[in-house]
């Protein structure tokens, strides 16, 4: 072999080595689209557009402020922190702190962020076993007369089979704000108040939604398929073995324990309407809602809808249902303090991490477009937002 | 001057005879040159395409090699039993299984359970356990469409080992760990058979996938965004994943309702999840359906850049039939079925029991046959 045939075949070798590197480079350059968009640092981000007074929410385990274009961190991420709501006057904040797989604890905090008291005390301190000595708190809402609502996971058994540790739904309790919430105060009946009776085996009673006139609106849950719980026939259309929400009032608050729970207070939305997450304004005119449209033959719809309804607390009546955001999986609305706007939360881009979104004129025929707050946050959906005017 | 070793010798006659047919002789040689010169050519140019498509293929296979690898051990684990069920309960003597034809409906067993094989009983042997979610899918690439039917877990009917063996009675998930030896291949085959024998379907592929494959997987697709139909609550919830040493540990889980994005140990919770639910396993497994229908529209998104990720998350965790160079087409279908065309059907003819001290649920075959025949044909 001549040496210029040597010499082109060892290009020609390096040729193709470099082809095959390139080619293995090129696959390994393609991007993924499933990849979730990184995550960042709530306090890096600056919005595009401001909203006036100061937004408090939850994500990836930490409490925040969002006030103009700056966010604040108030208690660091990855320490169970969710579900921040404000005192009616404004001064504080109380927040669930979630041991994971364990209990969680409700906290008044100020509004800087700093712990100004432990609420409530749901750690049995309890080994892996017993675990049922454990509490899960959660919802919290405070009312007139400094009343304090919130969901627990009490009784255990519920009223015809105390003790029993696979039936352990959430109802609604309520005490005076500041009262040390236990398991010894709720065993005693001290202080603290039962306020609904789930459905058995349906997770519960939650979102309660303290009305300024006394009693309170809340979330209880049952089977659709109607041979269970409280519907009598089934739910057209729903496939056995779902559950659908309904947004009901209890004006008096309290009900008497039988061993036929449900039938607290008056549904406000049908069964097939499948809503939660209730919101009122702040003269408690308008409610704002997550409807879940029951789907045929489906096990879960893939969208949640934001509406919006005019409300009667007096004669217990809710308007025609106003659906202004469809198509997406909206979640956990909260009220402007000047009861216009909401705030909700849904994934950028369709799925993915929940952001913080605006929507003007939450209440007119034709709202506005809605807007994207947040981008590349990882915000806790099951959490609504506190918006104070300050 | 004409070299005389050229002219071989000749006359000058001869030369100057030869003189006029000098002229064709040059170009006969290059013709011939060129005609010796072109193959080499030919040859030359072949080798190098060739080169260049082996380095191609190479810098492909070194790309995949983590999938490969991955999926060498994984796919095509042959365990569809070589009996199909009978009118009668007796002896299997139908035909041994066969893919369908390429583009005709099939049916695959999907298998979802922990074996917890990281664990030993009292005497120190490894425990090998049950198939704790079981979803027959029919899939129909002519009409992109897709049917699960969700077989509940505690459904009382006689078991079968992959050879045809009566294993007696049990839970129907228990014909998965009820084999000797206790291996992933030997639990599905026994599975396969004891569904085509008591449900009278016709099982083509199975896809079985450990708890840890479930929950690698769903994070590797970035999780999935579910609305959560409501809480879901279990005080005796089983810590068996995660770094769990004891098969009978308990966590609590309280899985909050409405719309949000769940990694894949919290999807996890909200499928497995089944002590508070008013409709006990039948509600477990409209949840499970519910996030095979999230996680399907993140795999319709995945690209070449995904594989070796997808891979090494359900390396040692996921067993199937299914050969790797059919994955591209599965993966195609999945894409192709929308969320719409997919029909879900929950088996409910069935009564509560009591068997062997075990709360179980006694199906009502002749009801239930009904059901699956009008979405699986009888073989």
């Not at chain 1, 109380?94 to 994971?100: D, E, M, P, S």
């Not at chain 2, 409501?230 to 009978?248: I, R």
């Not at chain 2, 040692?316 to 059907?345: A, M, R």
């Amino acid at each position: 072999m001549s040496r210029r045939r040597a010499a082109t075949a060892a290009i020609l070798v390096v040729l193709m080595a470099g082809f095959g590197a390139g080619v293995n480079r090129y696959l390994a350059s393609r991007s993924s689209r499933v990849d979730a968009p990184p995550v960042h640092n709530p306090v890096q981000f600056h919005p595009q557009f401001t909203l006036p007074g100061s937004i408090y929410f939850a994500a990836g385990g930490g409490l925040y402020s969002l006030h103009g274009s700056t966010i604040t961190e108030l208690q660091p991420p990855g320490q169970g922190w969710t579900q921040p709501v404000l005192l009616p006057d404004g001064s504080a904040l109380l927040a669930v702190k979630v041991t994971t797989n364990y209990f969680s604890d409700l906290y008044e905090l100020n509004l800087d962020g700093s712990i100004e008291s432990q609420l409530s005390h749901d750690s049995g301190k309890v080994t892996a076993t017993q675990l049922g000595n454990d509490d899960w708190i959660a919802y919290p809402a405070v009312g007139p007369g400094d009343t304090l609502y919130f969901s627990y996971d009490w009784p255990k058994g519920g009223v015809c089979e105390p003790g029993n540790g696979y039936q352990v739904d959430y109802s609604i309790w309520s005490t005076t704000l500041g009262t040390e919430i236990d398991r010894a105060g709720v065993v005693k009946g001290k202080d603290i108040t039962q306020q609904s009776w789930a459905n058995y085996y349906t997770g519960g009673d939650v979102s309660p939604v303290p009305l300024l006139g006394g009693g309170l609106v809340y979330v209880d849950y049952e089977s659709a398929y109607g041979d269970t719980g409280e519907l009598s026939t089934p739910l057209a259309g729903a496939v056995p073995g779902t559950e659908v929400s309904q947004i009901r009032l209890d004006p008096k608050g309290g009900s008497p324990a039988t061993c036929a729970p449900g039938e607290d207070g008056t549904a406000l939305t049908q069964p097939g309407d499948d809503c939660a997450q209730p919101a009122l304004n702040p003269d408690q005119t308008e409610i704002a809602m997550i409807c879940t449209p029951v789907v045929a033959g489906a096990p879960s719809s893939a969208e949640s809808d934001l509406v919006v309804a005019s409300f009667d607390a007096a004669t217990g009546t809710l308007g025609p249902l106003q659906r202004q955001v469809t198509g997406v999986l909206a979640a956990s609305p909260t009220w402007s303090p000047d009861g216009q706007d909401l705030l909700y939360l849904a994934p950028e881009g369709g799925d993915g991490y929940f952001q913080l979104w605006y929507l003007k004129g939450a209440t007119a025929a034709v709202p506005g477009h809605p807007r994207q707050i947040t981008s590349n946050l990882d915000l806790d959906a099951t959490a609504a937002p506190a918006w104070a005017d300050s | 001057m004409v070299p005389a070793a050229r002219g071989g010798g000749q006359s000058p006659d001869e030369m100057s005879d030869t003189r006029p047919q000098r002229g064709p002789e040059p170009r006969r040689r290059r013709r011939r040159s060129r005609h010796t010169l072109r193959l080499p050519r030919l040859r030359w140019i072949a080798l190098i395409v060739l080169g260049f498509l082996l380095a191609g293929v190479g810098g492909v296979v070194s790309f995949f090699w983590p999938t490969i690898t991955a999926a060498v051990g994984a796919t095509g684990q042959n365990a569809i039993p070589s009996l199909h069920p009978t009118a009668t309960s007796g002896p299997a003597t139908s035909p041994p299984s066969t893919a369908p034809p390429t583009g005709s409906a099939f049916t695959v067993l999907l298998m979802g359970s922990d074996n917890d094989q990281k664990f030993t009983n009292g005497a120190g042997t490894p425990i090998f356990c049950c198939a704790q979610s079981l979803i027959l899918m029919r899939v129909d690439p002519s009409t992109s469409s897709v049917t699960m039917l969700s077989i509940p877990r505690d459904f009382w009917v006689p078991l079968y080992s992959g050879t045809g063996a009566s294993l007696g009675s049990g839970k129907v998930d228990q014909a998965f760990g009820d084999v000797s030896p206790p291996d992933g291949t030997n639990g599905a085959s026994a599975e396969i058979a004891t569904i085509e024998r008591d449900f009278q379907v016709s099982v083509d592929h199975y896809v079985w996938i450990g708890l840890e494959g479930l929950i690698n997987l769903i994070n590797e697709v970035g999780g999935i965004d579910i609305v959560a139909s409501h809480p879901v609550m279990d005080d005796n919830y089983p810590y068996d994943v995660a770094g769990s040493t004891n098969p009978n540990a308990a966590d609590r889980v309280s899985v909050l309702p409405g719309a949000q994005h769940m990694d894949g140990y919290e999807a996890l919770e909200y499928v497995r999840s089944r002590h508070d639910d008013l409709n006990g396993d039948l509600g477990r497994t409209v949840r499970q359906q519910q996030v095979l229908v999230a996680l399907r529209q993140k795999l319709a998104q995945l690209s070449i850049a995904d594989v070796n990720g997808i891979a090494s998350a359900l390396s040692g965790q996921v067993l199937t039939d299914v050969p790797l160079t059919n994955l591209p087409t599965l993966l195609g279908l999945v894409k192709d079925v929308e969320s719409g065309s997919i029909q879900h059907v929950f088996l409910t003819q069935f009564s509560m029991g009591v068997v062997d001290s075990q709360d179980v649920e006694l199906p009502d075959m002749s009801a239930i046959l009904g059901v699956v025949h009008q979405y699986f044909p009888a073989p």
